[in-house]
């Protein structure tokens, strides 16, 4: 007989519901996993839980300090297979960075094998590699037998595992911890135990101690792999005191003899022929030492630090990187400097202590608080510890009482087990014990029988009863607690002093002087050089200062334009009669061996535009510039460098208006004169010449017809010279011009007899 059996349809399982609500509570519960559960490390014991289980798995293997290393593929595999049901990689390699003591400040994996560098390079597969716990971990894990943590299942429930650890090793503040969770991250730099220590017995001596206080113990980050955090004191106390803020963070110079015989890290070695290099000797945590190289490589391959020559990796077990310079007048504050700003050899460390409380609650807290929070987590624990304690001495104290009456009456005790069929209820009976004391006694091996004596035992007896009632007291007395924690704190910190090796300060803590300002022009090498323009726009560089009358070689159909001496280290002014300024570096001009090259492959010039002048720019100096419609202004030689090739708009101008004339104003000069195509001159004051920074200027002359031929400024006690025509080479001086002296925008009178005919000063 068969019965028709009906498959359920698979749609009545299908629920309705907006698809907002559905995914944004789906959302939730995973960011609450990531943030409660991977990211974030726990302010008790400064772990997320894949280190914690890494550990804990690693205690169950009885890999102690002072037992020899197992596989790490041994240690992985139980993690994976009991606590961590994740991805082998990922555990690996956070038990990698627990063993790297370039990494973390105090390891707790004590690696043998590759476990990897400071330069990069990745740990050996976990096959090759063996590791075990260090002392550290063992103190982190200390007392987890004592009853002071709660244990829960493992994922499948074959297992259980720790909350926490309850150790008093202050991890999360001692090792630090980064994370990225959903919607928030931590970011805790590590820190120096014996100073941890020592604002925490300050705290607990004072609850009410101010932070300024703590942070003159506290004082800043202890990255494992040294450096200089170069924040003022005032800074690094107010990011501690709201739990964020950042630290800049630069590598050390090695240390060098000064020529007075003191020793300084100035990390310049001097070499024969008056040659020097500068070293490193540590860099910024979490840089990876390969990858500051490529950075200085890279920036000398891009003529970013022409000042350096070379940068070579000297290191062996201690980090030496030599950076030569170009030559030995380079400036070492200069190299240090852009090393600083052009590379990661200065870098940021953020702050921000966000952690998981008691109740794993997310937070972000300041130091006091931090510190307030985990006093109280350790006085739980030493409570805890405590009652564990006490349980255990009442469950000896009745053994023992059971002991006394059994030796006391010894021989009956022996009759009873003879003769009776079940001799526990009658001794029970007739001695008045517990279940628990006369299974004891009957589980007594004869030959115990010889060490049950009254005296050891009735010792043993006080013994604990003194230590119950020292028990007591302390879980009655908060003061007694606290002196307790300072006890073992003070304990805690012989191992981890300034004179041990492993608790010596590494990072120094010094404000840096005000960063040194400087420009890429400062690091090129000054040399001469004679700028040459000709006519189609091609310019050119020469090595040193050639004639500026020379004749120098151009293309068929060009000729000269400009033609001036500079130094490398100079900028170039290009002004062009659209009233546009651009700026050139003399260092980045074409050799003079061909023609050069086109100006405008190297800045934005307009195809009509027309170039009116090339001059050197002087700092402070200013310029006289007039368009041919006789309008013009002074403008400051500072406000016409342009940082890009566009160049940057100077003089307004419109149709038939052009941009004529760029002179100089010599500081001494209190006079224009401006003739016009009219050959009329004016002169009149510098005062009366604005200084603008941009527009179409004043009128400086007025023309019936015609418009300005040329500018000039000029001193008038000195008069007015000129150039006279021919090969002989002199001038010719008009000492009185007081005639031609005027209000500005006058029209002007003829020049003196023997002025240039071109109306040209």
């Given at each position: 007989?068969?019965?028709?059996?009906?498959?359920?349809?698979?749609?009545?399982?299908?629920?309705?519901?907006?698809?907002?609500?559905?995914?944004?509570?789906?959302?939730?519960?995973?960011?609450?996993?990531?943030?409660t559960?991977?990211?974030?490390?726990?302010?008790?014991?400064?772990?997320?839980?894949?280190h914690?289980?890494?550990?804990?798995?690693?205690?169950?293997?009885?890999?102690?300090?002072?037992?020899?290393?197992?596989?790490?593929?041994?240690?992985?595999?139980?993690?994976?297979?009991?606590?961590?049901?994740?991805?082998?990689?990922?555990?690996?390699?956070?038990?990698?960075?627990?063993?790297?003591?370039?990494?973390?400040?105090?390891?707790?994996?004590?690696?043998?094998?590759?476990?990897?560098?400071?330069?990069?390079d990745?740990?050996?597969?976990?096959?090759?590699?063996?590791?075990?716990?260090?002392?550290?971990?063992?103190?982190?894990?200390?007392?987890?037998?004592?009853?002071?943590?709660?244990?829960?299942?493992?994922?499948?429930?074959?297992?259980?595992?720790?909350?926490i650890?309850?150790?008093?090793?202050?991890?999360?503040?001692?090792?630090?911890?980064?994370?990225?969770?959903?919607?928030?991250?931590?970011?805790?730099?590590?820190?120096?135990?014996?100073?941890?220590?020592?604002?925490?017995?300050?705290?607990?001596?004072?609850?009410?101690?101010?932070?300024?206080?703590?942070?003159?113990?506290?004082?800043?980050?202890?990255?494992?792999?040294?450096?200089?955090?170069?924040?003022?004191?005032?800074?690094?106390?107010a990011?501690?005191?709201?739990?964020?803020?950042?630290?800049?963070?630069?590598?050390?110079?090695?240390?060098?003899?000064?020529?007075?015989?003191?020793?300084?890290?100035?990390?310049?070695?001097?070499?024969?022929?008056?040659?020097?290099?500068?070293v490193?000797?540590?860099?910024?945590?979490?840089?990876?030492?390969?990858?500051?190289i490529?950075?200085?490589?890279?920036?000398?391959?891009?003529?970013?630090?022409?000042?350096?020559?070379?940068?070579?990796d000297?290191?062996?077990?201690?980090?030496?990187?030599?950076?030569?310079?170009?030559?030995?007048?380079?400036?070492?504050?200069?190299?240090?400097?852009?090393?600083?700003?052009?590379?990661?050899?200065?870098?940021?460390?953020?702050?921000?202590?966000?952690?998981?409380?008691?109740?794993?609650?997310?937070?972000?807290?300041?130091l006091?608080?931090?510190?307030?929070?985990?006093?109280?987590?350790?006085?739980?624990?030493?409570?805890?510890?405590?009652?564990?304690?006490?349980?255990?001495?009442?469950?000896?104290?009745?053994?023992?009482?059971?002991?006394?009456?059994?030796?006391?009456?010894?021989?009956?005790?022996?009759?009873?087990?003879?003769?009776?069929?079940?001799?526990?209820?009658?001794?029970?009976?007739?001695?008045?014990?517990?279940?628990?004391?006369?299974?004891a006694?009957?589980?007594?091996?004869?030959?115990?029988?010889?060490?049950?004596?009254?005296?050891?035992l009735?010792?043993?007896?006080?013994?604990?009863?003194?230590?119950?009632?020292?028990l007591?007291?302390?879980?009655?007395?908060?003061?007694?607690?606290?002196?307790?924690?300072?006890?073992?704190?003070?304990?805690?910190?012989?191992?981890?002093?300034?004179?041990?090796?492993?608790?010596?300060?590494?990072?120094?803590?010094?404000?840096?002087?005000?960063?040194?300002?400087?420009?890429?022009?400062?690091?090129?090498?000054?040399?001469?050089?004679?700028?040459?323009?000709?006519?189609?726009?091609?310019?050119?560089?020469?090595?040193?200062?050639?004639?500026?009358?020379?004749?120098?070689?151009?293309?068929e159909?060009?000729?000269?334009?400009?033609?001036?001496?500079?130094q490398?280290?100079?900028?170039?002014?290009?002004?062009?009669?659209?009233?546009?300024?651009?700026?050139?570096?003399?260092?980045?001009?074409?050799?003079?061996?061909?023609?050069?090259?086109?100006?405008?492959?190297?800045?934005?010039?307009?195809?009509?535009?027309?170039?009116?002048?090339?001059?050197?720019?002087?700092?402070?100096?200013?310029?006289?510039?007039?368009?041919?419609?006789?309008?013009?202004?002074?403008?400051?030689?500072?406000?016409?460098?342009?940082?890009?090739?566009?160049?940057?708009?100077?003089?307004?101008?419109?149709?038939?208006?052009?941009?004529?004339?760029?002179?100089e104003?010599?500081?001494?000069?209190?006079?224009?004169?401006?003739?016009?195509?009219?050959?009329?001159?004016?002169?009149?004051?510098?005062?009366?010449?604005?200084?603008?920074?941009?527009?179409?200027?004043?009128?400086?002359?007025?023309?019936?017809?015609?418009?300005?031929?040329?500018?000039?400024?000029?001193?008038?006690?000195?008069?007015?010279?000129?150039?006279?025509?021919?090969?002989?080479?002199?001038?010719?001086?008009?000492?009185?011009?007081?005639?031609?002296?005027?209000?500005?925008?006058?029209?002007?009178?003829?020049?003196?007899?023997?002025?240039?005919?071109?109306?040209?000063?």
């Amino acid at each position: 007989m068969t019965t028709d059996v009906t498959e359920p349809d698979p749609f009545d399982a299908i629920v309705d519901a907006p698809f907002d609500s559905a995914l944004s509570e789906r959302y939730l519960v995973y960011a609450l996993s990531t943030i409660t559960a991977r990211s974030l490390p726990d302010l008790r014991d400064g772990l997320k839980p894949v280190h914690r289980r890494l550990l804990w798995a690693m205690r169950q293997l009885k890999l102690d300090p002072s037992q020899a290393f197992k596989k790490s593929a041994r240690v992985v595999g139980d993690v994976i297979g009991k606590y961590h049901p994740h991805g082998d990689a990922s555990v690996y390699d956070a038990m990698v960075r627990l063993a790297q003591d370039f990494s973390l400040r105090y390891p707790l994996v004590d690696g043998q094998g590759n476990f990897g560098n400071i330069d990069g390079d990745n740990a050996a597969a976990y096959r090759y590699t063996e590791a075990r716990l260090t002392k550290t971990a063992i103190q982190l894990m200390a007392g987890l037998d004592e009853g002071t943590v709660d244990f829960h299942p493992t994922y499948n429930g074959e297992e259980e595992e720790p909350e926490i650890f309850p150790g008093l090793f202050p991890n999360l503040l001692a090792n630090g911890a980064t994370g990225i969770a959903v919607g928030m991250a931590t970011s805790i730099p590590s820190h120096n135990v014996a100073e941890v220590i020592d604002a925490t017995l300050l705290l607990i001596d004072n609850p009410h101690v101010e932070h300024a206080q703590l942070m003159e113990v506290f004082k800043g980050p202890d990255f494992a792999t040294g450096g200089v955090v170069v924040d003022s004191a005032a800074a690094i106390s107010a990011a501690y005191e709201t739990g964020k803020g950042a630290f800049r963070v630069r590598g050390r110079f090695s240390t060098g003899r000064n020529a007075d015989g003191t020793w300084e890290e100035t990390g310049i070695e001097k070499l024969s022929g008056g040659q020097w290099q500068l070293v490193i000797s540590e860099i910024p945590y979490m840089l990876p030492k390969g990858k500051l190289i490529e950075q200085v490589a890279q920036a000398i391959a891009d003529k970013k630090l022409p000042i350096l020559e070379d940068v070579r990796d000297e290191s062996d077990e201690q980090i030496r990187l030599v950076f030569v310079p170009k030559s030995r007048n380079v400036d070492p504050e200069l190299l240090k400097e852009s090393l600083f700003k052009l590379t990661d050899l200065e870098s940021r460390f953020s702050l921000n202590l966000n952690v998981l409380d008691a109740t794993r609650t997310p937070g972000v807290l300041g130091l006091k608080l931090l510190l307030q929070e985990w006093v109280i987590a350790q006085i739980d624990i030493l409570l805890r510890r405590t009652r564990h304690r006490l349980e255990k001495i009442a469950s000896r104290l009745e053994l023992l009482d059971g002991y006394i009456i059994a030796y006391l009456n010894l021989d009956r005790i022996i009759e009873i087990i003879r003769t009776e069929d079940e001799p526990k209820p009658v001794m029970m009976a007739e001695f008045l014990l517990t279940d628990r004391q006369a299974e004891a006694i009957l589980n007594m091996r004869l030959r115990s029988l010889r060490k049950l004596e009254e005296m050891e035992l009735r010792r043993e007896r006080d013994d604990l009863l003194a230590e119950k009632d020292e028990l007591e007291k302390l879980l009655e007395s908060p003061a007694r607690q606290r002196t307790r924690l300072k006890r073992d704190l003070a304990n805690l910190r012989k191992d981890y002093g300034e004179d041990t090796p492993l608790g010596r300060r590494r990072t120094t803590i010094a404000e840096a002087a005000p960063t040194v300002e400087f420009s890429m022009d400062a690091m090129i090498e000054k040399a001469p050089v004679t700028v040459i323009l000709s006519a189609k726009g091609w310019i050119r560089g020469a090595s040193g200062h050639e004639p500026l009358d020379r004749e120098f070689k151009f293309k068929e159909g060009d000729g000269p334009a400009f033609a001036l001496h500079a130094q490398t280290t100079d900028k170039l002014l290009v002004a062009c009669d659209n009233g546009r300024f651009y700026t050139l570096g003399a260092d980045k001009l074409p050799s003079a061996r061909g023609f050069g090259e086109p100006i405008r492959t190297m800045i934005d010039i307009d195809a009509e535009a027309q170039i009116v002048a090339l001059l050197v720019y002087r700092p402070k100096a200013q310029l006289l510039l007039a368009s041919n419609q006789g309008r013009g202004f002074a403008a400051e030689a500072d406000e016409l460098l342009a940082e890009t090739r566009k160049g940057r708009g100077v003089m307004t101008t419109k149709p038939g208006v052009k941009l004529a004339v760029v002179r100089e104003i010599p500081a001494e000069h209190d006079h224009v004169a401006v003739v016009g195509d009219n050959r009329k001159l004016v002169l009149f004051s510098l005062e009366e010449l604005p200084v603008l920074a941009k527009g179409q200027g004043v009128t400086l002359q007025r023309y019936r017809d015609g418009g300005l031929a040329d500018a000039i400024t000029l001193k008038l006690d000195e008069g007015l010279s000129w150039r006279m025509g021919g090969d002989s080479g002199r001038t010719r001086t008009e000492s009185d011009m007081r005639l031609w002296k005027v209000a500005r925008g006058a029209a002007g009178r003829l020049p003196p007899s023997g002025f240039p005919r071109d109306n040209k000063f």
